[in-house]
């Protein structure tokens, strides 16, 4: 599960589940998107959360759950942070940090850098959103981030969403191998999975 989906969503899912088997042992961990197929498949993971717009693999089901709005932020003395509207070229020479286990949508965006031939001063890669978010508070960088993940800091000050051109997305996937037994324990969390995300989109 990506790190932003585990800190923001998990929580309130595991408050329902929890109770229902209590005995339940659970192992979560961050999604690494070039291991998990295989990771599915010989059963080292039962159920994985990505956020992306596809996984591209026929050996996989993929479900989508809903989309998770991404923010462009900095720090409030950024001058970027008082631009009118902002796009890719904006970013040339900026300090990025890009994180690495909420991987799906950091491709799409330094997908855009490369069409827009924008090239960054450095870039820093963290595995941890936390990290990022006390980075960008620290007066260090830009990034792209969930907005939920942001959303308290940007209220409060301590961090600035960047207007942008246009509002940025990315989907949140629920997926497991194709044709697995799934027992009912599994049915049960995805039932409960796919409940949370149709009443809190």
Request: glycine content about 6%.
């Amino acid at each position: 599960m990506s790190a932003t989906l585990a800190t923001y969503y998990l929580p309130h899912i595991l408050h329902a589940y929890q109770p229902r088997f209590p005995a339940m042992r659970l192992d979560i961990t961050s999604c690494a998107m070039h291991s998990l197929e295989n990771e599915l498949r010989i059963g080292l993971v039962d159920l994985a959360f990505l956020l992306g717009d596809s996984i591209g693999s026929k050996n996989l089901e993929s479900e989508f759950l809903g989309s998770e709005p991404l923010a462009i932020v900095t720090h409030p003395d950024n001058p970027l942070s008082a631009c009118g509207q902002a796009d890719f070229k904006d970013l040339e020479g900026q300090v990025l940090l890009l994180p690495k286990s909420d991987c799906g949508y950091r491709m799409g965006f330094e997908q855009a850098l490369a069409s827009e031939r924008v090239t960054a001063a450095t870039i820093i890669e963290m595995n941890n959103i936390e990290a990022i978010k006390q980075t960008i508070m620290a007066g260090i960088g830009v990034t792209v981030i969930p907005e939920v993940a942001v959303r308290a800091e940007v209220k409060d000050g301590r961090i600035a969403r960047v207007s942008w051109m246009e509002d940025m997305e990315t989907g949140i996937l629920m997926i497991r191998y194709k044709d697995k037994w799934c027992p009912p324990a599994l049915e049960t969390l995805i039932d409960m999975v796919r409940g949370f995300f149709s009443i809190s989109r």
